[in-house]
Each structure stands twice: as structure tokens, then as C-alpha cells.
């Protein structure tokens, strides 16, 4: 088993940012990759970028050149540096787990003015 723990999320202004964290625990020689997906309301769950622990990142279009994926390894800590946030960035975002997936319990970051 594979615990994840999410902080940072949050209220922030548009063209705000915010950093998240997830820290992992538990049998985490399965981890490979992590990542973060956001689900808003009434949308589905989506990609919104991963990293392998060999450092290769991946973002969804929409996020690619204001969010930021990285690691540490020796922490096992994932973090999401978000800047310059929209409205529609606001939704709960969720720390996961590859090859086997594990959810973290989410974080609310909001986007209003």
C-alpha cells in the first residue's frame, strides 16, 4: 500500500500561484511515476502532468509553460509549482501513483477574484 499526502492548495487571485505538495509512504519501491490530476465540478478527472522517477515529465496542452512537475526522490515528495493560474484551473487536484495507481484525497485550489 501506498499512502499520499497532498498540502498547498488554496484561494488565489487570477495570474496568482500556488505550489502543491504530495508526499508518499508505505511501499514506495513500487512507485515509478507520479503525477497530479484535477477534477472541477460536473467535468471529469484529468491528466495535468507526471514525471517517472528518471525525471521525464509530461503535461496536458493547457498547463504546458505555467505549471511545473518535479521530484525528490530522496523525500518522495512530488510537487506542482502552478503559475500564473485561471478560473479555469479551479478544481480538486489529486496526487497519483504508476505503475500501480493510488490516489492521494485531494486539495482544493480555487481561482477567483
Known amino acids: 500500500q501506498v499512502q499520499l499526502v497532498e498540502s498547498g492548495g488554496g484561494l488565489v487571485q487570477p495570474g496568482g500561484s500556488l505550489k502543491l505538495s504530495c508526499a508518499a509512504s508505505?511501499?514506495?519501491?513500487?512507485?515509478?511515476?507520479m503525477g497530479w490530476y484535477r477534477q472541477a465540478p460536473g467535468k471529469q478527472r484529468e491528466l495535468v502532468a507526471t514525471?517517472?522517477?528518471?525525471?521525464?515529465?509530461n503535461y496536458a496542452g493547457d498547463v504546458k509553460g505555467r505549471f511545473t512537475i518535479s521530484r525528490d526522490n530522496a523525500k518522495n515528495t512530488v510537487y506542482l509549482q502552478m503559475n500564473s493560474l485561471k478560473p479555469e484551473d479551479t478544481a480538486v487536484y489529486y496526487c497519483?501513483?504508476?505503475?500501480?495507481?493510488?490516489w492521494g484525497q485531494g486539495t482544493q485550489v480555487t481561482v477567483s477574484s
Open positions: 514525471i517517472t522517477s528518471g525525471g521525464n515529465t
Open positions: 508505505g511501499s514506495i519501491s513500487s512507485i515509478n511515476a
Open positions: 497519483m501513483t504508476l505503475p500501480r495507481i493510488y
